[in-house]
Each structure stands twice: as C-alpha cells, then as structure tokens.
C-alpha cells in the first residue's frame, strides 16, 4: 500500500514485509514490543520505529542528500507529528535519525 503525501502527489510505499532483513536488524536492537515499518521511495529509505516510549525514523539515501519534503513529509505522515515537535539529528554515516521531542527529554 502505498501512503499518498501532499506533497506534489509524491508517495512513500510500505516495503516492510519485502524487507524483512531490515526489519529483523532493527527489532533485535530495540525493546521487544517495537514496531519497524519500512518505506521507500526511489532511492529513499525510512525505517520507522514505534513502540509506548519510541517514535523514531531514520533516513538515508543511496544517491544524492535527502529532500526538505521527505523529511517534512516523514514527519507528517509517518511520525504523525508536527515539526516543532521533533528532534533531526545527522550520524557519520549520512544517515538522518528524527526523534519525538518528547523521547528525546525522557532518556
């Protein structure tokens, strides 16, 4: 199933159970009542992480820098939050990690 965004008909597809190798590397890493999601688009990744304290996504892109509209987008539309609310933050590695504001104060 594919998530429509509004932004410019641009959408982000549910590749998660394609994907279990992700899946299975990303819930071995977190608490047991985590759930991984994964979305792609093009050459975008999205790994969502939700659990009672978790909501999380990292970003990454095999080919060029992420888009200000997929990072406003992800956070619309997959952590379902507003954007004063997150946390974006840049790893060594390029990748993009978003954090509720809320999680981010309670560890």
Do not use: C
Not at 17 to 33: C, F, L, N
């Amino acid at each position: 199933m594919a998530v429509k965004s509004g932004f410019l008909n641009k959408t982000f597809r549910n590749t998660t159970k394609e994907r279990p190798d992700i899946v299975k590397v990303v819930a071995s890493s977190e608490p047991k009542d985590i759930v991984v999601t994964v979305y792609e688009r093009k050459n975008t990744l999205v790994i969502h992480s939700k659990n009672d304290s978790t909501n999380h996504a990292s970003i990454s892109k095999s080919k060029g820098d992420v888009e200000n509209w997929e990072l406003a987008y992800i956070v619309e539309h997959i952590l379902k939050v507003v954007q004063d609310d997150v946390f974006m933050y840049t790893r060594g590695t390029g990748v993009i990690h978003i954090r509720t504001k809320e999680e981010v104060l309670m560890n």
